[in-house]
């Protein structure tokens, strides 16, 4: 059995070094990767701000052109009212005659 067993070689100083060199550029990928991940995230986080903008505009406007009708029929029925009243008014007035 000692016969074909192979002892475990320990690595040397050069391979040691070039070793860390391989895994220094893997950590420099990684960095790049994550940084490239992060610049990502920003843009979508200012196309998600600015999609917000709008819809937030997009609110205050129907908001102001809803208030606009809501005046504009409360306008229209105080004048339908008042003349519903006078009409009324004056039926009153030509049945007493």
Known sequence: MA???TSPSHP???E???GLGYLREDIQDLRNQVGSLHRRIDETNGRIDETNGR???TNRSLGEQIR???KAMES???WTL???VALTGILIGVIKL
């Open 68 to 70: 606009a009708v809501h």
């Open 55 to 57: 819809i937030d505009e």
């Open 82 to 84: 008042t003349t519903l």
């Open 12 to 14: 040397t100083s050069e």
């Open 76 to 78: 229209n029925f105080r």
């Open 3 to 5: 016969d074909g067993a």
């Open 16 to 18: 040691l070094h070039r």
